[in-house]
């Protein structure tokens, strides 16, 4: 966002809007005015967003990235020996995952491996044709609890990766039409309103000056002191007097 162009914007506002009696009779540049005072308004509607801060969810994120990997690693390896006294060697391949593996995966891919092994789980906990659940997995190790906390990390991780997105998606939307908007504006004074300025150039020149000062997105200087009419400052004048005496 071409922050340096808002602050000049904003300066002509204030400018503007300080010598309005001076220039409102002017139909068509207050036409052009109201335009681009709307289009201000519309940028300062769009600035809590411009603004917003998504650290906070990008340091939960890693915080609940942490937590899902040291969840799922005492899973994956006890599973595996599960897997492996059970002679599935699908699950056990599925399960042969280290630490420095599960760091390397992407966000999306982390997701889906933990999603995938308590899909894996679930399965071996299938209702059997007594109507009970399977216990085996909770022979290993696996207990309930642990799966559901799982779970529930999982869900945690996937939201929190969701929201992020939304809220970095808002944010670069507001950025784009707040730039659409400056360039607006900029086309406004541009083709416009520095033309009708003009206009006051020798019947207003402090407010001509303070517009020019404006544009640059610089302060007025200060005002010369006053020459007497011998030509002298009146402050010189004063102490040459005050002097004689």
Request: glycine share 2%; hydrophobic share 30%.
């Amino acid at each position: 966002m071409d922050t340096q162009k808002l602050a000049m914007q904003q300066k002509v506002m204030e400018c503007m809007e300080e010598n309005m009696k001076g220039w409102s009779h002017i139909l068509e540049m207050q036409k052009d005015y109201d335009r681009f005072v709307k289009n201000m308004k519309k940028i300062q509607e769009l600035q809590p967003a411009v603004h917003n801060d998504t650290e906070p969810i990008a340091v939960n994120i890693k915080n609940t990235r942490e937590k899902l990997i040291a969840q799922l690693l005492p899973v994956l390896k006890v599973l595996s020996v599960y897997a492996h006294d059970k002679k599935m060697k699908k699950l056990e391949q599925k399960t042969k995952t280290d630490r420095k593996a599960l760091n390397k995966l992407s966000a999306g891919k982390l997701e889906k491996e933990a999603l995938n092994i308590w899909k894996a789980i679930n399965k071996h906990q299938n209702t059997n044709v007594e109507g009970k659940k399977s216990t085996e997995p909770e022979k290993y190790g696996l207990s309930q609890k642990m799966i559901d906390s799982l779970y529930e990390t999982i869900v945690q991780y996937k939201n929190l990766r969701q929201n992020y997105k939304e809220e970095r998606k808002a944010q670069k939307k507001a950025i784009e039409s707040t730039q659409e908007l400056i360039r607006a504006n900029n086309k406004l004074l541009k083709n416009r309103i520095d033309k009708f300025i003009f206009l006051f150039e020798q019947s207003q020149p402090d407010f001509f000056n303070a517009y020019a000062m404006a544009r640059k997105n610089k302060p007025m200087p200060a005002k010369p002191p006053k020459k007497s009419s011998n030509g002298q400052t009146k402050n010189k004048q004063t102490k040459k007097t005050t002097d004689k005496k």
